[in-house]
């Protein structure tokens, strides 16, 4: 009797939330996955787990093209650095390289994890993720999903020190604004089986929007209980000051910029879905249960 061999997924960015995550998803249901990063260290995990891995440039079209060949479907996204100049320049090549290979490798089907309101044509706040899956749409042949997840509940790593130092928390989004959060691991979960079932056809954008709308009040308030905080405070303040926080977490004066003007668009409602909530964009994951699975343990390590 014949068996047939497992099937082939390309993901990049395998090291990063969303990437491993749905790389280990993959491998459990028996998948041969090809995980590509820049980190050969954070791959070696990876690797352990029966992954395929291959450190590599995002911009060597070459090398993606040689990757992506023969994979029944690949996980595309924009890994965006810290000190990265231009973002908006960034995703220009980024998505110039990523189309090419793709054309390359005669790949019939692409996840692309990209943003919550990129549909917006004016005043988007994101033209750069707009151009990716502009140019990506424009592959001849290409199935593409387009993955657009609303505010992630991991944002809020960025906010340990000051949790630690003031307990509070602080941004420039307003307390009452209501946010669609969503955990990186259903992101995954959508992204897997997409990859695995490709049902789409075409280019289509599915929006993830997790169980319900928060205010960072809330949210604030939950995890704060999570980490044994239950006074913890969320207060809105000047982006001067989120901007500092961010150098302090290692981010370069242009990209801390460009990050607190997408909580401000998230502030001014630029951010929003384009459809309204169904069971088709609602994930599962409950800010209560991130906050006891993993907000509490990131915050404990960050504190011992």
């Known amino acids: 009797m014949q068996c047939n061999p497992p099937a082939l997924y390309a993901v ?16 459990s249901r028996g998948h041969h996955v090809r995980a590509l990063g820049r980190d050969p260290t954070r791959l070696s995990t990876l690797e352990s787990l029966g992954a395929e891995c291959a450190t590599i440039d995002i911009f060597d079209c070459a090398a993606l093209g040689d990757v992506f060949a023969g994979a029944s479907c690949v996980y595309l996204m ?19 390289t990523l189309a090419e290979a793709i054309e390359k490798a005669r790949v019939s089907h692409a996840v692309l994890m990209s943003a919550c309101g990129v549909h917006r044509e004016a005043n988007s ?3 750069g993720m707009r151009a990716i899956e502009a140019r990506l749409r424009a592959v001849p042949g290409l199935n593409l999903a387009m993955l ?16 630690e130092v003031n307990e509070s928390i602080s941004s420039v989004i307003h307390p009452s604004r209501r946010l669609p959060m969503i955990a990186t691991k259903d992101i995954a979960e959508v992204a897997a089986r997409l990859m695995i079932s490709r049902e789409f056809t075409g280019s289509v954008a599915y929006e993830l929007l997790g169980p319900r709308d928060l205010t960072m009040s809330q949210a604030s308030e939950t995890l704060g209980k999570s980490i044994g905080k239950p006074n913890l405070q969320y207060r809105q303040c000047a982006p001067e000051h989120v901007e500092q926080m961010l150098k302090r977490f290692g981010y370069g004066p242009n990209r801390a910029q460009y990050l607190v003007n997408i909580f401000r668009a998230f502030d001014q409602g630029l951010l929003a879905p384009q459809r309204s909530r169904d069971a088709s964009s609602t994930t599962g994951t409950s800010i209560e249960n991130f906050g006891a699975e993993e907000f509490a343990a990131g915050y404990r390590a960050f504190v011992q």
């Open 12 to 27: 990049v960015g395998a090291t990063g939330k969303t990437g491993r995550r749905l790389c280990e998803k993959l491998l």
């Open 148 to 163: 657009r997840p609303g505010y992630f509940m991991e944002n809020f790593y960025a906010w340990f020190e000051e949790i």
């Open 78 to 96: 924009s890994p965006t650095g810290p000190k990265v100049e231009s973002v908006y320049d960034h995703h220009q090549r980024i998505g110039a």
């Open 125 to 127: 706040p994101l033209p």
